[in-house]
């Protein structure tokens, strides 16, 4: 079991992983800071069965060209977050595409988490349902729906991902 983890989180602009990355850092929400975090990763302690780890959180551009951006950037990943927005059904649809090129750099040695983020949001336009049903199809790890805004979720995402770590070499 390694006892440093490179978590990267990947998606289309605006489903809302600085947001996430900073509720599961500072536990906070601020909708006017859009921006995403400067520097290219924030560390995180977690405590796991008796063991103290580390989780590096990096956060993307997801408006960058997928092919430009990723493979440097999760080559050494051991955890994809792939977020998409529950309102919104191109980011959803883009899902396939950042789990490919997931795949393509690391294969079967990655953690896979689909998030659908958002869910503190009435116009919902992709169900719990056919979230879970693309996460089975393309074989991730889990699903999960979270709000960045209310933290509906985030802490749970965590303990999740920390129970599967273990499999990882
Ligand atoms: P990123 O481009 O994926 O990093 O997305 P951001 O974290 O910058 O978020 C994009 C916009 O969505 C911002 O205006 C956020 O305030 C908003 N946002 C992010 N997460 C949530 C959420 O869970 N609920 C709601 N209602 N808005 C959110
Ligand atoms: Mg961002």
Known sequence: MLT????VFLGDQGVGKTSLITRIMYDTFDSHYAATIGIDFLSKTMYLDDKTIRLQ????AGQERFRSLIPSYIRDSNVA???YDITNKESFNDVTKWFNVVKEERGSNVL???VGNKSDLDNKTIT???GETLAKKLGCNFFIET???NGY????LFKKIGKLLPELQ
């Open 81 to 83: 977050i792939i977020v």
């Open 57 to 60: 959180l990096w956060d993307t």
């Open 153 to 156: 979720n985030v802490k749970n």
């Open 147 to 149: 709000s960045s805004k």
């Open 112 to 114: 896979v988490v689909l």
């Open 128 to 130: 719990n349902e056919e």
């Open 4 to 7: 440093k983890y490179k978590i």
